[in-house]
């Protein structure tokens, strides 16, 4: 069995669908698939716009149903096939106009239509077109979760349910499932989060001991840099899991940064492949396997990010300084991407500038506070950076050469990533610079 997850770039449209059909029909010939579809491109956001637009007193359903109206009858689909999901959608959002408010439950029930309407869409065209499918919400097999909205996971003991749900499926159809949305055990609607298809694919993928997970989206796999910043990106063949983690999780705009943790867990390849070039053969993130033989794997950024700084003044020497500010943090719910310390400061960066502000009146009970924003964390992603020697020193120059001022480093001892903290507006010279020397 393999798992397929199509992108919302990858069912953009009538001509995207098609490409897809053919991967679909290809890999279904070749023995048991899984289809994984997120919603066309761009639903998402239009779900999520009309809700808070809902919310803060305009009822818009119109323009949302409209555009996947119109993919719908791109595909020939009959005319009243999503009837049923518009009324639903239409009552919701009146829900949320009367009451005023969008409640997280809320915003993940607005959410989920996007799914449910793309696999409805794509089983309906891909069975006129002579591929038998049928449309599934992937929680009518098994996907139960918590009721952790915007960030479900799936109940522990989830797995056997699945394996049952899919075992009973019809033979020789493809079912296509739904990505992203989930449900509790007393049925309301979940997601895992935004881009959150990748995780459900992969999550899908280890319950079933599937042989492989197929993410495909619209780069030829994961590059060594962003393709839409670097025109000389290329493909990286293959990567071992925590380099790929790490890459992820410093703004690679391939994989969503939980994707790979369920495949790790258990040991399924993940390949990244190119929708618009099927014949590509992307990236294999796997355990074991061919490393990356290059000191480098890539080049990523994470871009808007804060820069907090707490100066000890008083506590010069003090004992317990550090645990105090990471303390106040934890207690505000910031998390915290890279850190530096001197002996009478702290630097870090965090995403969440909402929660650090409400964090900064206890910091301020600690030292000297100051926040910036605007930052970006560069990374620098290898296997093998820990062990060539001088590395380290090349990129810090090459960044500095591109004139770019780098105000934090990091590189913990073994480490697989080197992040530096520049400013949002220098991602591009930087990022030019890095790849310049690392890779062309
Ligand atoms: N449709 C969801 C989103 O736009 C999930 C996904 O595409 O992975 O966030
Ligand atoms: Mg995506």
């Known amino acids: 069995m393999r798992v397929l997850k199509f992108g919302g770039s990858s069912v953009a449209d009538r001509a995207q669908i098609e490409k897809v059909l053919g991967i679909v029909r290809a890999a279904a010939a070749r023995g048991r698939v899984l289809v994984v579809s ?29 555009r996947q109206h ?4 791109s595909l020939g689909c009959r005319a009243d096939l999503l009837d049923g999901l518009f009324a639903e959608l239409r009552d ?7 009451v005023g408010e969008l409640s997280p439950r809320s915003l993940d029930y607005v959410s989920s239509f996007g799914e449910r309407m793309s696999v409805r869409v794509i089983a309906d ?14 929680w009518d097999l098994g996907f139960v979760t918590d009721a952790v909205h915007g960030a479900a996971r799936p109940l522990p003991g989830w797995e056997a349910r699945a394996r049952a749900a899919v075992d009973a499926l019809p033979a020789g159809r493809v079912p296509i499932v739904t990505g992203f949305v989930g449900k ?17 694919a992969t999550l899908l993928a280890a319950a079933l001991g599937a042989d492989e997970a197929q993410i495909w989206t619209d780069t030829d796999g994961v590059m060594t840099a962003d393709p839409s910043v670097i025109a000389a990106a290329r493909n990286i063949p293959h990567m071992r899991f925590e380099e790929a983690a790490e890459l992820a999780y410093f703004g690679s705009r391939v994989l969503h940064p939980s994707t790979l943790l369920p495949a790790m867990a258990a040991s399924i390849p993940v390949r990244v492949l190119n929708t618009n070039r099927p014949e590509h053969p992307g990236t294999v993130i796997q355990a074991v396997g061919p490393a990356n033989p290059s000191p480098v794997t890539s080049v990523a950024y994470k871009e808007s990010q804060a820069v907090l700084t707490v100066t000890a003044t008083r506590m010069f020497g003090a004992v ?10 934890a207690r505000h719910g910031v998390s915290v991407d890279v850190v530096t310390t001197s002996e009478v400061s702290v630097s870090l960066t965090a995403h969440d500038v ?10 301020e009970g600690l030292g000297r506070v100051r926040v910036e924003r605007g930052r970006t964390i560069l990374a620098v992603v290898g296997q093998n950076l820990a062990v060539s020697a001088g590395t380290g020193a090349r990129v810090l120059h090459a960044v500095a050469e591109a004139g770019v001022n780098v105000e934090m480093v990091s590189y913990a001892s073994g480490s697989l990533n080197l992040q530096m903290v520049i400013r949002d507006e220098d991602i591009r010279p930087a990022v030019s610079a890095l790849h310049r020397m690392l890779f062309e």
């Open 354 to 363: 909402a929660a650090l502000e409400r964090a900064l009146p206890d910091l």
């Open 320 to 329: 317990g300084f550090l645990a105090d500010v990471f303390g106040a943090l």
């Open 184 to 200: 509790t055990e007393q049925g309301v609607v979940t997601t895992v989060g935004r881009n959150g298809s990748d995780l459900t």
């Open 92 to 98: 919701l959002l009146r829900g949320v106009h009367l």
């Open 125 to 138: 065209f891909f069975e006129r077109e002579g591929l038998p499918a049928d449309a599934y919400d992937v």
């Open 70 to 73: 119109a993919i719908a009858g």
């Open 38 to 66: 997120s919603a066309h491109k761009g639903i998402t956001d239009a779900l999520v716009r009309a809700a808070e637009r809902a919310a803060a007193g305009s009822y818009e359903p119109r323009a949302v149903i409209e």
